[in-house]
């Protein structure tokens, strides 16, 4: 027997790690990835277990794509539409500059993914992983963060999808083409596969955990792309830092500006940061190249705002051309909503016609409060 | 359980690809997880005990995914530079992992007592071994300890285990060859002057 066959034996290769072993570890990736820097699909992987990073991973196979810029007509911030846009943000980054801070950064939102029911000439869109998720971060590292979530079930999106599915004969299940596999809805709230419970369920990031992740998170000195990949630290962020960050790869590259968008919205909703990089993010927001003035837009709650957007192309198969949107409150600047609206539908979306609301998430609030953490 | 996002008609996605979809695509770093995370979590199992291994097997991927960016694949495959990671956790459990070793070192085990003509270990003399060898191992530098376990334990390559650690191909084998020598030297009843690079 060789040293190397002796040290097999002494450290012996035992059964691997348990079922609950791996759900919190990939519970706790899944929190990770869905905090993390990169646009995505959000909040469907918030806080869940097991099945939640499937399912997360299911619907993210269709986030945009960045490598095909969107058509050409798409108008772009340097027309009369763009001087709309400036002056809006600006006065967003005005009003966002003055907001005072608390001690927790709350965001409650409602979010669902829309997926085409029956052939593409007919049927109707269901809305499926609908979740409300209500995050507190604490402003302090001493402080714990706390996230509630639960799933609200799968429903018709609009009125006329609502009477096709009764036609159907109101199936509480239907059976729809997610990416690259067939996945059940469910109205029922927590029967759909890799949804959240239908009650509320919490998870608490304690504050010695919070510091776990900040000192993992530190990179090299000078290794810019580990600086990149880590969470934005909002103690030691800058400016500067924040444009290289909504801005990855670099403003040059093209056809990422729904990215960029996103990396916005996140950045405005999720992160507990000073009023002053709130305010940088609105105007750095203004200087996405492809952003356009969309007017008056209603979000999935029917509460009218200001809509900002660009035009994406589908990674996934099917190449749907799609326009991004953030919708803001005209008086308050807050972020009221973002979609993804169908321009021209392709693959799995066919049926869907131009202005269906392909994903949509809605803001009930995103802002400061003193209050102790709570769900609705 | 999991549904699996790769269907058997499909090759599966290379883990290179994966990870770089993952730039701009976070979710996929799920299936990258999915691949790796019980042999990770073995490996530091038998490092340490599976207890520790929960958390830093889950720590393992958290890291890399902060650090996703950072892999280059000029430089290797994803698999080593994973283990790259549960190592550096690994590193900051000395202690844990010194207690460890002295622990198997007192339990009974049950070394087999064939000869293979190489290193033979009478049924006798196997729990006096297992004794030495665990207390050999926690004797190690822990940059020699690092080398030898994966490559007795993660079954890497001399390239891989450079990639995984961050050190030339040519370090990996003066350290293979030093730790293996040293373990050697504490079992006893080898020529300790003897080259076991091979």
Known sequence: MTELEMIRELLPDAAGPAQTTIRTAEKLLAAEIAGGSRPRRRYLSYGLGAVAVGAAAAVAVAVIGSGSPGPSRAPTATGSGGTSVQKFLLAAAETAAKEPVGRYWRVLTIGGQSYHVGPANGGYTMVGYRDETDRWTARSMTDPDTLYTRDLGARPLTAADAAAWRRAGSPTTVRVWSNDHYTTLSTTPGRTYGTVPGGWGSSVTTPAQKKKIAMQSRCPPGDKACEFAAPIDPRTLTEQKLRQYLFWPNPTVKGVDAERVLNTLDFLTQRPVTPQMRAAAYRLLAQVPGIRWAGTVKDALGRSGIGLAARQVMREAGQSVIDVQIILDPQTHKVLGYQQVIVKAGGADRGMAPGTILYSEVYLQAGWTDARPHHP | ?198
């Open chain 2, 1 to 198: 359980m999991i549904e699996s996002h790769e269907r058997a008609d499909a090759p599966p996605e290379d883990d290179a690809a994966l990870l770089r979809a993952s730039w701009q695509e976070p979710d996929r770093f799920a299936e990258l997880f999915h691949r790796y995370f019980a042999e990770i979590h073995r490996y530091i199992a038998r490092r340490l005990g599976s207890e520790v291994a929960d958390d830093l097997a889950a720590e393992t991927f958290l890291a890399a995914f902060r650090k996703r960016a950072g892999f280059d694949p000029e430089r290797g495959a994803v698999r080593p530079w994973l283990y790259g990671f549960a190592t550096n956790l690994i590193g900051s459990h000395r202690r844990t992992e010194r207690r460890y070793l002295a622990a198997l070192a007192r339990t009974p085990g049950d070394f087999v007592a064939e000869d293979h003509g190489d290193l033979a270990v009478g049924r006798a003399d196997s729990e006096q071994a297992r004794g030495a060898l665990g207390v050999a191992l926690g004797g190690l530098h822990p940059r020699d300890r690092d080398v030898l376990l994966l490559a007795a334990l993660a079954d890497l390559g001399y390239g891989e285990i450079g990639q995984a650690l961050g050190i030339p191909e040519g370090t990996v084998g003066s350290r293979l060859a030093r730790a293996r020598r040293k373990v050697r030297t504490a079992l006893g009843g080898v020529d300790p002057t003897r080259d076991f690079e091979e």
